[in-house]
């Protein structure tokens, strides 16, 4: 037979267990929101960028009324934009892939948690019945 203190000792290392699950649970939603939110917005200002890319891109230059010292700081000056888009989209598309990549291992993280939750909460049912037995008898 074992003692109701021990259960009830058990029984509080359970709740601690519960309450500290829950606080995982709490915490690790709220950083997936947010970083559910930053993909969200990267997305928008990737997409953002690339729109305004392609309109650039699809400018008409009058070859005729570029000439000499004009045409070359044009070239310059729209080859230094090309190289800057570029970059600037590759480092966010992979920011957003590290970002999605951070998501995934949380959510499982949140499995875990909640698969916890739920295995504590059904040991503190088994144990409440326990205490519930030892105190009749």
Known sequence: MTSIGYLYNQ???????????????S????????????SSLLSTSI???ESIKSSINGLQIDNTRWKGKKESKFN????????????????SNDAK??????????????T???????YLTNSLDSLESQISQ????
Do not use: F, H, P
């Not at 029984?11 to 649970?25: E, F, H, Q, V």
């Not at 892939?97 to 949140?110: C, G, M, V």
């Open 11 to 25: 029984k509080n290392t359970l709740l601690n267990g519960i309450s500290d699950s829950r606080n995982m649970i």
């Open 27 to 38: 915490s690790t939603e709220d950083k997936i929101s947010r970083l559910q939110q930053a």
């Open 134 to 137: 030892a105190q009749k008898g």
């Open 97 to 110: 892939e590290t970002i999605d990549t951070d998501i995934k291992r949380y959510e499982a993280e949140l």
């Open 76 to 91: 310059e000056t729209y080859s230094e934009y090309e190289v800057s888009v570029k970059d600037y989209l590759s480092k």
């Open 47 to 49: 997409s953002e960028v």
């Open 112 to 118: 875990t948690y909640s698969s916890n939750l739920n």
